[in-house]
């Protein structure tokens, strides 16, 4: 007798529990909000430059920028490196499709280059601020 009171209070525990879970009826997910794919991709391609170096007359850059939000980036110390180090990873946008930020998924490590207009970019910090000076022309990589 005992067993068939603890089944029932089992059950009936099972059954309140469930109708206390189930959310009074409106059982559809909550939507979810999801970041509207870029149509824009004008910027997409591959550019070129050489960029200032510190300890040597500067780094060949090829940086490949594709679609699909991937990218692809070359990059040879000038009298230093035999072969260029090739790195590929995922990119953002940032800035309202201003600013480029460069994800390596190996280390984390970010980079920032400004669409400066349909035939360059332009190596940034990560507010987007351009290099100032003599040197700033240096960090333009062109189509």
Do not use: W
């Not at 559809?28 to 999801?34: D, H, I, Q, T």
């Not at 090829?62 to 260029?84: E, F, G, K, M, N």
């Amino acid at each position: 007798m005992k067993m068939k009171k603890l089944i029932l209070a089992m059950g009936l525990a099972l059954a309140l529990l469930s109708t206390a879970c189930s959310g009074g009826g409106n059982t559809a997910p909550a939507p979810r909000e999801v970041a509207a794919p870029t149509t824009d991709t004008a910027y997409c391609g591959t550019y070129q430059g050489t960029l200032p170096a510190a300890d040597c007359p500067g780094i060949k850059t090829v940086l490949t920028i594709a679609a699909d939000s991937t990218y692809t980036l070359s990059s040879q110390y000038i009298d230093r490196q035999a072969q260029p180090v090739v790195t590929s990873g995922v990119y953002h946008l940032k800035q309202g499709g201003k600013l480029i930020e460069l994800v390596t998924p190996s280390s984390g490590e970010k980079t920032y280059y400004k669409i400066k207009d349909a035939k360059s970019i332009v190596m940034t910090d990560s507010a987007g601020i351009e290099p100032q000076g003599p040197t700033a022309k240096f960090y333009v990589l062109k189509r």
